[in-house]
């Protein structure tokens, strides 16, 4: 089998309300759609949501890398020697992990259809059997989030993430309307996404906060900043993950020779796809960290791969993949039974991709064959 045409979609989804985190404010979210074609008929989907904040990686460079220097490199590989795709793909460019992760996707996906098996099988079957879908609170006023949380609980859901990373007292203020909202029995992630920058704020708003029973904070201090981490780990009783600071096996060495983190939000966004996921699994696996698989809010088919690796890893205890939930319309069609998530046996990532919409939502596109 090899691999005969790349098309390159650059598309928008369209979000039924704004997606705001510390950093940006989304009204839709740009996203990249690899399709990739073998000589064998299969055809696999892969997708690319570049956060120039997290990796340095844009919508419009992610689309150029791929349509210029990768998928150029691909043409004739075979698609199921995945380790032999990375090493073409890092041979040719240093980083992106973004442009690789949709490649990578791609791969897996056409191979899964060309076996006949649902990816997980390809990372060593299926372990879990379901995850419970953690709803994300964007930033807003601490009455409003409160509402917000309090009608998702009422649609079900058991676990609630929150998103701030403004100024430590108002963040403070959100969270404790939300959990006297909501009561004791629903667990509250906190996903700062470095906007409380440093340690000593990050312990003052931590301090203000035992009285809320979080379940974990998320990234409170800048990516980089592991002694940070490392100090707000030793001095607070509020399990601590990283996100922004792991993107590489390198980073994961630093975490684990530091002992930074109780748990790491892998994404495949920022590691490069599947594969490279798989492997910073078992990096934290071996050193006793637990892991989650988290999203830059990408449609079916950038969930679907997160949630295949999730499936198929023990030591991955949740997931946050809920950007289908958030588009008003999107290219694929993976199901959630909220207030869970319960992947099927279909081939390759289980998502059927509806090129109309595809084509609706595509600002433009190219294609690269041999």
Partial sequence: MKITEIEIFAIHLPLYEPFIISYASYDYMPSIIVKITTDTGHVGYGEGVADEHVTGESWHSTFEVLKNTLAPKLIGQNPIQMEKIHEIMDAEIYGVPTAKAAIDIACYDAVGKALGVPVYDLLGGRYHEEFPITHVLSIASPEDMANEAEERVAAGYRSLKMKVGTRVMEDVKRIEAVRERVGEEIAIRVDVNQGWKNSASTLQGL????????????????????????????????????????????????????????????????????????????????????????????????????????????????????????????????????????????????????????????????????
């Fill in 207 to 370: 301090k203000k906060l035992e009285h809320c029973d979080l379940d974990w904070i998320e990234q409170p201090v800048l990516a980089d900043d592991f002694d940070g981490m490392v100090e707000v780990k030793s001095k607070c009783t509020v399990p601590v993950m990283i996100d922004e600071g792991l993107r590489s096996k390198r980073e994961m060495r630093e975490i684990i020779a530091k002992r930074a983190a109780d748990k790491v939000n892998i994404k495949l966004m920022k590691c490069g796809g599947i594969y490279p996921a798989t492997k910073l699994a078992h990096m934290a696996e071996m050193a006793g960290i637990e892991c989650q698989v988290g999203s830059m809010v990408e449609s079916s088919v950038g969930s679907a791969a997160g949630f295949h690796v999730s499936f198929a890893k023990k030591v991955i205890t949740s997931v946050e993949l809920t950007g289908p939930l958030k588009f008003s319309k999107d290219v694929g069609n993976l199901h959630y039974d909220v207030p869970f998530i319960r992947l099927t046996d279909k081939p390759g990532l289980g998502v059927d991709v509806d090129e109309e919409v595809l084509k609706e939502l595509t600002v433009f596109s190219e294609k690269v064959s041999g």
